[in-house]
Structures are given as structure tokens and as C-alpha cells.
């Protein structure tokens, strides 16, 4: 008698005289199981239906089998579990695990999968304002921009005493012929110019922008948005932003002092400036010199432009000299010196600006936000916003649930790697769905907390 052959049948290397082999015919297996951390993050903080009440849509709702919800929650959710394409989204349709996060395990056509396919998705990506016959979902900016600072409000239980915003632009590198392309001499190739803001942890603003505008283009109209919807429900939290030298203007310097709110910023470096600290400098130098290590010193001095200054404002400055060579770097403030000392000031307040760098990294790289290949700004902002709302809730994930965990302050992509991409296999019945999730996991302990803490906030 032959042997059966299966043509699928993968063989691999024995292992203690035992034949090794693979098949794709396990049925119903997720990789993702942990997204059902994400489902209970999204109950906790009212997300996705909040995000799809910020799109209108004109479709038949007789003919329609993909409400503007399923959509929105499938982009969301596959960005955060590491899926950053459309096309993965038509193997994605069959996902078991996805279905269920979605709430929708069957679709009422039977030539449709329950959740949708890249051309349903794309067609959501390209609306326009107005519907056309095959755009007929629209989106609102301005709810989905304010979408953000709401939901960072609502992440404190009472208003805190002061709050640091960060402001900062960054390169988003582009290979086609998007609208509103340019090449970016600074980041040396054709790019988006978008703004983040930032507070803490939380993401309080993405701003997509051509690459030809100044860095701090727009900085006025979005800081006095996001300040005056935090001022609403905070009427009495104060408010320093903190920028670097990119966005140190007169016209935001000015906006800030007009509006009580404070700031630090860095100031870029001049000859008049430079010889300003030039004493300090050379004694920093004979220090370093001696002790063979960094030295510093810092001066503290009341500076105005030439001509591009309304008036005198409080810059610090650093004379350091390092590595035999010198390093000046000096910042303009709105604090007064009887608040806080130049040398605080600038290595406790306006240093742990660099920690937003890891911010934009997370929003970029782990959450996928530079894939702006569409052909219109407007469509590669609602990328943005999208891949926005994947970093806010697995930063809600990991404020809420995974807060007393090893996993506290975690990047998103570490996240996701040891808590989100978990084998399982989903048997579902009449009565239940059942997830049986790997026995071998290495984090079942902190993804017990979570879920325990999750289902807490949800309730």
C-alpha cells in the first residue's frame, strides 16, 4: 500500500528519533490573543465609540454589512497589535480574535467576512467633506483633535496643581508624490513636517504638515486649543510649556505671557549670546582642564533681540565645557528667578524635555504613524489620527492595567510583544467562546493584574 503523501506537510529535523512535522491545518488560531486586554482598555476609557461618533456616514443603512465603528476599532486595534498596512487587513477579516474585539462574529452576506477587507478600509481613508457616490463616510477634524485632549483629561481622577506640555516636530519621510511634499534641507529628504504634543506619557495632539513650513508653524493655534479645552474642565491647573529652540518665536513667547501660561525654551546659539558667557566659559574650561572631567557653570541674565523681541525676557545660560571642547546651550523663560534657579531649571525642567523623543518614537515606529502613502494630507492626517488612537490606548493599557507591573513604564512595542502576541486557540459554541491561551506564556501573572484592574475601571 502507498504512502500518503500530503502536499502541505512540512518536514523538519528529528528530534530524539521523532519525526517533526507542520501543517497549516490547526483551525481557529489567533497570535494575538492579549488583544483582549485592549477590548477591556477600550471599555475602560470610552474610546472607539467616541472616535466613530466623530465620522459621519450617508451610506444605505439597509446595504450596509461594516458599521463606521467595526472600521475605525479594526484599524485601531490592528495598529496596536503591530499591523500597519491595509493589505493586512484582507487576511486579517478571518481573524478569529479580531472578530471578537469588533463584536461582529458573522457577516449577514455570504460573500463578505465578518470584519472588513483593505478596499472597504481604504475607502474610509480617502473621504472627503462632502460624500461623493464612492466616498460616503466623512470625518470631523476638529472632534477627533479635541477627541485627544479629552480623553488625557479624563485620565485624572482630580486636577492636578501643574501640568508640562512638550511641543515637537519631527520628519516623516515620504516616497511618492503625496500632496504637500516637500524636501526638507534639515532632515535631507522629501517629508512630512508633523507636531506632536505631548504631556507626560499622554499624546495631546498630531498635526500633520507640509515639510516647507517653519517647525513651529501652527504651534499658536493648536497650543491655544488644547489649553483652552484643558482650562475648561482645569480652570485653575497652571501651565508651562517647554519647546526647544525651533519654536522659540515672539509671536508664542508673546501668546503665552498674554495668556498666563508659562514657558521654557531653548534659545539658539549667537556671537552676541556667546560672548554674553564668555568669562563663565573660560573658568569652566580651566576646571574641566584640572580635573580632567565635564565642567559646568551656569549664568543667569535678563536678554533682547536686536529687533525681533517685544522685550527683555530671563535667559540662562550653560557654559560647558566638554571633551576639550565647548558646549554652550542657553534657554529663554517666563519663570522668575524667585520661582526656580537657573541650574534646576535647566537640567531638571528643561532636559526632561528629551524624554518626548521617546514619545514620537513610540507613535512612529511601534504604532506605525509615519505610513502616510496616501495621495491627500487630509487622508494621510486620518492615518495619523488612527495610528493616535493605538498609541492612547495601549498607553491607557499600561496606565490602568499594567501599572504595579514590570511593565509600568514600558515602550508600546515591548508591550505588545510580551503581552498582546499570545498563541491561542478560539473554540466557539453556542453557549461561549473560548480563548485557550498558551500554557507556556511567561507573563500570565501580569496579564491576570491587568485584566483584573481593567475590569475594575470598566465598572
Known amino acids: 500500500m502507498p504512502t500518503e503523501c500530503i502536499s502541505d506537510l512540512f518536514g523538519f529535523a528529528a528530534v530524539e528519533r521523532r519525526r517533526v ?13 492579549g488583544g483582549l486586554l485592549l477590548g477591556s482598555t477600550d471599555r475602560a476609557i470610552g474610546l472607539l465609540d467616541r472616535f466613530a461618533g466623530c465620522f459621519e456616514d450617508h451610506r444605505d443603512g439597509d446595504l450596509i454589512e461594516h458599521q463606521v465603528r467595526t472600521l475605525v476599532g479594526q484599524r485601531v486595534f490592528g495598529l496596536a497589535l503591530g499591523y500597519e498596512d491595509l493589505n493586512d487587513h484582507d487576511h486579517l477579516r478571518h481573524d478569529p480574535l479580531l472578530a471578537v474585539l469588533l463584536g461582529k462574529l458573522s457577516a449577514k452576506r455570504s460573500d463578505c467576512a465578518p470584519i472588513a477587507g483593505k478596499s472597504t478600509l481604504n475607502r474610509l481613508e480617502l473621504s472627503r467633506p462632502e460624500p461623493t457616490k464612492y466616498h460616503k463616510i466623512s470625518h470631523d477634524e476638529a472632534a477627533i483633535a479635541n477627541l485627544l485632549v479629552d480623553l488625557f483629561v479624563e485620565a485624572h481622577r482630580r486636577a492636578p496643581r501643574q501640568i508640562v506640555i512638550d511641543l515637537d ?14 524636501f526638507h534641507g534639515y532632515y535631507d529628504n522629501y517629508c512630512y513636517l508633523p507636531l506632536y504634543v505631548t504631556c507626560g506619557r499622554h499624546l495631546l495632539a498630531a498635526k500633520l504638515r507640509p515639510a516647507n513650513a517653519d517647525g513651529a508653524a501652527g504651534a499658536e493655534v493648536e497650543l491655544a486649543r488644547i489649553v483652552g479645552r484643558i482650562r475648561a474642565k482645569w480652570p485653575r491647573v497652571r501651565i508651562l510649556v517647554r519647546a526647544d529652540s525651533g519654536f522659540t518665536r515672539e509671536w508664542l513667547m508673546a501668546w503665552c505671557e498674554t495668556n498666563g501660561v508659562d514657558y521654557v525654551l531653548g534659545l539658539a546659539r549667537n556671537d552676541r549670546l556667546a560672548a ?32 525681533s523681541w517685544s522685550r527683555r525676557r530671563r ?4 557654559a560647558e565645557w566638554t571633551k576639550d571642547e565647548a558646549n554652550p546651550r542657553f534657554i529663554v523663560t517666563s519663570l522668575g528667578r524667585d520661582e526656580v534657579e537657573g541650574r534646576y531649571l535647566y ?3 528643561y532636559c526632561a524635555r528629551g524624554d518626548m523623543e521617546n514619545r514620537i518614537k513610540e507613535c512612529q515606529m511601534d504604532m506605525f504613524a509615519d505610513r502616510t502613502s496616501a495621495a491627500t494630507m487630509r487622508a494621510n492626517q486620518l492615518r495619523l489620527w488612527l495610528s493616535a488612537m493605538a498609541y492612547v490606548l495601549l498607553c491607557a493599557l499600561r496606565r490602568i492595567g499594567l501599572r504595579h507591573t514590570r511593565f509600568a513604564k514600558a515602550s508600546c512595542g515591548s508591550i505588545r510583544l510580551a ?3 499570545i498563541g491561542a486557540v478560539i473554540t466557539t459554541s453556542v453557549r461561549r467562546i473560548k480563548i485557550a491561551m498558551a500554557s507556556g506564556c511567561p507573563c500570565q501573572h501580569e496579564f491576570r493584574q491587568a485584566h483584573a484592574l481593567l475590569a475594575a475601571a470598566a465598572r
Do not use: N, Y
Not at 516636530?169 to 516637500?182: I, K, M, N, S, V
Open 21 to 33: 512535522e507542520a501543517c497549516f491545518d490547526g483551525g481557529s488560531i489567533t497570535s494575538d490573543a
Open 169 to 182: 516636530a519631527t520628519d516623516d519621510p515620504l516616497h511618492g508624490h503625496q500632496e504637500g511634499r516637500f
Open 276 to 307: 554674553e558667557i564668555q568669562w563663565h566659559l573660560e573658568r569652566a574650561r580651566m576646571e574641566s582642564e584640572r580635573t580632567g572631567a565635564p565642567a559646568r557653570r551656569f549664568k543667569d541674565f535678563q536678554w533682547t533681540t536686536l529687533g
Open 315 to 318: 535667559v540662562v545660560a550653560k
Open 347 to 349: 537640567e531638571k525642567i
Open 419 to 421: 503581552l498582546l502576541k
